[in-house]
């Protein structure tokens, strides 16, 4: 029989062809795209890949609002921009026509059930609207790319998942009809007022903004308190009062007096022995997080470095919500052969001496995958990036098994005159797993020995004036947290959430704010649609999702309900138009005058603005007209000055970095001022003063860096020579 086994990529579609074959896969091409066909006793296998969704969501009646006649269309018809899936789906068409039994082999999750379910459709029925029954239709399901797992995803095939392909069309229908309707409903809403502008609203959409607004405006509305707190220090350790924050002067300066030349008495001293457990495996939102927090690396990209690893079968699939590591993984084998590794050769000897194979797991489950785990394939030819991650992701893994780490914690309180003072801390007595996870060190203070009854003379007592402080920012890491603890969106999703927001100008930086204009759409939604804004209204349709993948819910009772709710919010936009113009108007003006950093030489203004690729840099108002652009910092607040460079006659600007002293730099690159900068060591400059932008930036990316230990290189970039070339080429 033949049969046609699909993958979502090429680079997954080689690894099936060289697992599944009973000998080397034969390849053959269709304009430029490549097949495999292998043997597989009696069976003849064809083995293609799409390139992601090869059929898009089109509407085809009048652009109305609101409008909800769509249905499923090749992508290169309805996007220029995807003309290339063209050449993908004539080739699958072509080799499909040759088959009577279709395997989809896509990711194991609800987007790759739809990618391949949409091609099988539209191969044995010529039209992906249609309904295919799933007698020849099957489903492989794994977890990672390797011989092994493929192979038993192939000889343990899975039926065709219909409930899942409801699940995610469903999701695709409703957040398209939300999507463009209400989007368009914004912008009809701007252009009522004569400007013109891309907007977006989308059902995860609102409810972010919303959260980081309401951030924004507490940030904005916050007034600082003055407060005093009075500090004993003993034996060079800083004890404080049960009453740490005292908001009178005149309350803490009666504190202070009473304590200034008293005694201190030692009351109490604890001491209690704890364990440290190991962290818990990845799942994709802490592998973001963690990786945000080490190296700085955005959450899109981690995914995307997390992908390409998959592919190429050295992690498992990291589109997963699980902490779990189930023994069905066969963890000892994976174990003993990261032992085979130089770089975790150690460590993971370890474990395997002392037959530690049962992990540490964490509370999370997913159950479509387990946790991000190694395959146990040795890396070759990795990028940096890559490097980083797959490391950060083979050190939690092994950390898992590894001992609990072991702490003396202290608590010892004293009393000067009538106040009570304590202080606490720990110190790690048993490494454990910590040497198994370098990028993580628990937070120590050290305690002296203290005896009760004891009484000491303190080294000195002060009284700090001190002020509160606003809100702490959200980073993009953060809030992918944030999101996932208020099941807001998807795993997957999330950081493209995010993302949209930035190229939307509603929100800008690193730790996040909200421009002007992203606080006017939400306030104009708040006031006239705050339906769309609502958390608990978006969470219920992800439960709806997860109802029709179960059979409990059917596809269009959900649809039916989207559909009810986009009427009424659209006739809510059409009701307050004027007013949600007028707001969203003054908004983008009061954004746009924020965003000004000085005069451009061709008369507009030089504006700071956002790359598709998410970078910061300052361009000017006249674009296209006017091609000037500067280079500024990144991961930075750049703020104008008012000044211009004497010399280059440029705008002089003033950038704020988290931990660095503020700076000023003129934008001209060329400029005199800047002449010697190149021969500047920046990287032992600390303060970065008058660095320029690309140089500045490379301070920050060196100092991060020097924050975590290093580590090895694999040394598998280069095959190692052997002995006996070693001695011809000495010429022994």
Known sequence: MNKLILAEKPSVAVRVAMSLGDSRPHTETINGVRYFIVQKGEDTLFITAAAGHLFTLTQTGPSKIPTFDIEWAPSYKVNKGAYFTKKYLDAIESVGQKCSFFINACDYDLEGTVIGTNIIKHIINKNVNSEISGSNVMRMRF???????????????????????DAGETRHRVDWMWGINLSRALMRALSSRGIHKTLSIGRVQGPALGILSRKEIDIKNFVSKPYWKVVATVRGINFEPKENEIYEKSAAEKAFDNVNSGIAEVKKVERLEKSGRPFPPFDLTSLQVEASRVFRIDPSRTLAIAQSLYEKSYISYPRTSSQKLPQTLNLPRIITSLSRSDDYAERASILVKGSRFRPAEGIKDDEAHPAVYPTGEIPKNLSEEERRIYDLITSRFLACFAEYSKSEYRHVMITIGDSEYS?????????????????YEPKEAQIPDFNVGEKIKPDKIELKSLKTLPPKRYTKASLISLLEDKDLGTKATRAEVIDTLFRRDYINGSSISVTEFGLSVYEALSSYCPDILDED??????????????GEASKSEVISE??????????????????????LMKG????????????????????????????????????????????VPQSAKIVSTGKTCKLCNTPIIKVFRKGKRPFEMDLDPNCETKKDWANRKSEQDST???????????????????????????????????KKAAEKKKGR
């Open 423 to 439: 202080v606490s801390g720990s110190r790690t007595t048993y490494r454990g797993w910590l040497d198994f996870y370098r990028y």
């Open 562 to 583: 989207g559909k009810e709710f986009i009427t009424m919010i659209t006739g809510k936009f059409a009701k307050n138009e004027a007013d949600i113009g007028n707001a």
């Open 588 to 631: 983008l003006k009061e954004s746009q005058n924020s965003d000004i950093m000085g005069q451009c030489k061709s008369g507009g203004n030089l504006i700071l603005r956002r790359s598709k690729t998410g970078k910061n840099f300052i361009g000017c108002s006249d674009w296209p007209k006017c091609t000037i652009t500067y280079s």
């Open 688 to 722: 970065a003063e008058s660095k320029p932008a690309l140089q500045a930036e490379a301070v920050q990316v060196t100092k991060r860096s020097a924050a975590v230990k290093p580590i090895k290189k694999p040394k598998t970039s280069k095959p190692k020579e052997s």
């Open 143 to 165: 977890s990672t790319t390797t011989n092994v797992d493929l192979l038993n995803a192939y000889e343990n095939l899975n039926s065709y998942d219909s409930q899942n392909f």
């Open 537 to 550: 209204l978006t969470r219920k349709l992800e439960k709806d999702m997860e109802k029709i993948q179960k």
